[in-house]
């Protein structure tokens, strides 16, 4: 899947996902307070939104209702999927209680998916082995199988493992009558966690008591059998670990910012510590209320060097690695090594895919120490950038922060994967992330075009593939004809004003240009987002992309869009003009109003001049006329259409070809690209029709100076789909329809209610599109031209 952030504004609110680490000890101890408390019944009334459940909370239930079912089954099979915190807590947690309910005689099989199988146990059955647990695994059907009666005692357990076999434990031993204690070797690590488990027992009235490097459930204390389960549903705060990814994402985006709600700023959570990070790197966030809003500085200044101890809070480790990568020269994470045993060698996945936007990175005292080299926004790459998943949720979460850091594109082979902890953030992904329909490309034989932007998005532009390596862009000649199609320079144009600069970025193989948009009011359209308006694409929108489909000034389908086909028409028009081949338009008619057309024997010094008028017409008392006719439509809130007329002067003969290779379907077929546009016609075009042959053949004849050349030109210059050449222009006419955004009253649905209705579009909008148009049928044609003859290569002297 493409994960898109290039030329992408998001300013997103977004619920963190619930803690499912506090849920999950939730879960399991809340279970087995029903169990042996006062009501005698099992619950699981832990309400969590859908979209949060995530793997390890699904995977937990599975695993208890099973074990719960002991009675009917000699061998108990709880499927883990490939959550380590279930397989870690249950292992302790299954056996104890199997023990309780004389019940040890029964086999607990742990099925496992991914790595699971792979992450290390040995720690944990060597501390259960002298309690009567054994564990063995079956390497045939990655299984791991516990057996044996489960005594409670003293419990010694390495710390510097993993923080869950402890608290595993601690969830275990309050089913036993007894007094029992975990002792516990060398450094602990995340003992955040181990904090959440105390909570989550005491929340129930099970006491945990820490002394030292041990705890203690004494006789005394309450234990699961004497706990009441408050009631009311379960309310669980956001989780850090998700909130954290949240903060980055917002800090990294180049335009947007991040609302997250449902954090806990005093939260035990351990991957709270990414605030402390953050003032770290010079960054502060913006608290409201209990919301945090993360969004990117306008100039990042990355810091020197950063040091951070990440012993208690490996999961966000990834999270960290990006954004100190942007945000800080040099940064030294210690205590990393144990991200080398998660659901990927998550270590070396960081690197890999930092290596890829630029950065250096290198480990140090034995694989602890991470090591990044940055301080820097990475380079935009042509291409989507290629990552690995890696079958891991943290490193999809990683590549969104890349493609965001790069503003860019990153691949990614799955991002399902994600739902083990974030489910919700898939379809965060989709909706907002995912390429936007929103481009149109055009492929001709040698150049490409991508278009891509919206009539109200940041901004709009095209991508050109495919010109020669010697061209060299004019921007002043780019302005030019900018500036001839350019809106809010007349009483009938539309008021939307526009500066319209273009700004190019060469790349290795393309030209990007682009244009800021500057005068959007996206919100004057939330009134009739679900009433389409009359002859629009709104509602054909929906039929192809659905509730994708941007409601606010047409989206790509505005004529808006036709800039960006400018840009490219202009570049390619320059080129043509080196080549002797000029292209020249002008409005043929508005109404019954026409100005004088190619057939009426105006020429080629008479057309030269249109592109400095205001008014695009070559008799200027017609276009007189026009802006009357336009007028009158403009204040009877209406509009009108208008016919442009369009001939190339020094066309080289034998350009174009037979049947889809014709000139004149090339030429059409980017002619149509403009919204507005209903009708293409060359030479006579539909007039020919009412012609007998003798009356519409264009008779051969030699010039003076021994050239081929037709007389009349009714054929437009152009037989056989090849242009004729000899001097002989080609000619052809373009129908443009009234503009359909008016302000009188028109009848249509709503498609909520679905029900007939009326409306009145707002905006602003041209009482007539085809004087604007003007350059940019010159400009459509243009790059047709401009590919058939970079296509064709040398023209020969005949030609």
């Known amino acids: 899947m493409i994960i898109s952030l290039h030329n992408r504004t998001l300013n997103l609110d977004i619920d963190a996902p619930v803690s499912k680490s506090i849920a999950h000890r939730e879960l399991i101890v809340r279970t ?41 089954k000699d061998t ?12 870690r807590f249950m292992i302790p947690v299954a056996s104890a209680f199997l023990a309780v309910m004389d019940a040890s005689d029964k086999e607990l099989v742990f099925a496992t998916e991914g790595r699971l199988y792979d992450r290390p146990l040995d720690d944990l059955a060597r501390c259960l082995e002298p309690h009567g647990v054994k564990i063995t695994g079956n390497d045939e059907d990655r299984t791991i199988h516990v057996t044996g009666e489960m005594k409670p005692g003293v419990f010694v357990i390495d710390g510097s493992v993993s923080s869950q076999y402890i608290s595993g434990l601690l969830m275990a031993v309050p089913m036993f009558e007894t007094t029992s204690r975990i002792e516990v070797t060398g450094e602990m690590s995340s003992i955040h966690y181990i904090g959440l488990t105390i909570e989550a027992l005491f929340k129930y009235g099970v006491r945990i008591e820490k002394k030292d490097n041990y705890f203690e459930m004494r006789e005394e204390d309450y234990c699961y059998r004497e706990v009441t389960i408050p009631s009311g549903d379960l309310k669980v705060e956001g989780d850090w670990s998700g909130g954290a990814f949240l903060i980055c994402l ?22 709270v510590a990414i605030v402390d990070f953050l003032e770290e790197l010079g960054i502060q966030l913006t608290y ?96 989507p950038v290629r990552l690995s998943s890696y079958n891991d949720h943290r490193m999809v979460m990683t590549a969104v922060l890349l493609a965001a850091a790069m503003s860019g594109d990153v691949e990614i082979d799955d991002i399902n994967c994600v739902s083990k902890s974030f489910p919700g953030l898939i379809d965060i992904i989709k909706k907002y992330m995912a390429p936007s329909p929103m481009q149109s490309v055009y492929r001709g034989d040698v150049l490409k075009l991508t278009i891509y932007g919206e009539s109200h998005s940041k901004r709009i532009g095209v991508y050109i593939e495919g010109l020669p390596g010697d061209v060299e862009i004019s921007s002043g000649y780019v302005a030019k004809v900018m500036k001839r199609r350019a809106p809010g320079q007349n009483k009938w144009s539309t008021p939307r004003s526009e500066e319209d600069k273009v700004i190019f970025e060469n790349e290795a193989e393309r030209v ?37 489909a941007a409601k606010s000034g047409g989206g790509i389908f505005s004529g808006r869009m036709t800039a960006p086909l400018c840009i490219a028409g202009a570049i390619a028009k320059c ?52 802006i009357e006719a336009i007028s009158r439509a403009q204040k009877d809130g209406d509009s009108v259409g208008g016919v442009i007329e369009t001939v190339i002067y020094g066309m080289p003969g034998g350009i174009g070809g037979p049947l889809f290779d014709g000139i004149e379907g090339k030429i059409a077929q980017i002619i149509y690209a403009i919204p507005a546009v209903k009708g293409v016609e060359f030479g006579y075009g539909f007039e020919s029709s009412y012609l007998r042959g003798s009356e519409n053949n264009d008779p051969f004849v030699m010039t003076k100076d021994g050239h081929v050349t037709i007389e009349n030109n009714k054929c437009g210059g152009i037989l056989g789909g090849i242009s004729v050449g000899g001097g002989v222009p080609v000619v052809f006419s373009t129908a443009i329809k009234p503009t359909p955004s008016i302000a009188a009253e028109q009848k249509t649905v709503d498609l909520v209610t679905r029900k007939n209705t009326t409306v009145k579009v707002p905006g602003r909008h041209d009482p007539c599109i085809a004087p604007r148009a003007v350059p940019v049928v010159e400009c459509a044609a243009a790059i047709a031209i401009y590919d058939m003859i970079l296509s064709k290569g040398e023209i020969s002297d005949e030609s």
């Open 32 to 72: 087995f307070c029903s169990v042996f408390g006062h009501r005698g019944e099992t619950t699981f009334d832990i309400l969590l939104p859908e979209q949060d459940d995530s793997v390890d909370i699904s995977a937990t239930k599975e695993c208890l209702l099973s074990l719960l079912d002991y009675k009917n």
């Open 575 to 626: 080129e043509l003009e080196k080549r002797g081949i000029k292209i020249y338009s002008h409005l043929l008619q508005v109404e019954e109003v026409s100005d004088v057309g190619y057939y009426e024997g105006f020429s080629e010094k008479d057309i030269a001049q249109v592109p400095a008028k205001e008014f695009p017409v070559i008799d200027d008392s017609c276009g007189k006329l026009m």
């Open 512 to 548: 990007h240009g682009y244009i800021v948009n500057a005068n959007t009011k996206p919100k004057d359209y939330d009134p009739i987002a679900n009433t389409p308006r009359p002859s629009h694409a709104d509602y054909t929108a929906r039929l192809l992309y659905g509730d994708d």
């Open 250 to 271: 917002g800090l990294l985006l180049e335009d947007g910012s991040i609302r997250i709600k449902g954090l806990d700023i005093n939260s035990s959570q351990g991957d």
């Open 76 to 87: 108990i099979v709880l499927p883990c999927r490939e959550s380590g915190s279930t397989l």
């Open 288 to 383: 409201e209320g209990n919301d945090i809003i993360a969004a990117r500085p306008a100039k990042i200044v990355p810091m020197d060097m950063v040091e951070y101890d990440c012993r208690d809070i490996p999961d966000i480790v990834p999270y960290m690695a990006v954004l100190s990568a942007v945000y800080s020269s040099r940064t030294i994470l210690h205590n990393v090594g144990r991200l080398k045993v998660k659901e990927s060698d998550r270590l070396e996945a960081v690197r890999e895919c930092l290596g890829k936007f630029g950065y250096t990175t290198s480990l140090a005292d034995e694989g602890e120490t991470l090591v990044i080299l940055g301080g820097m926004v990475p380079v935009r790459s042509k291409k």
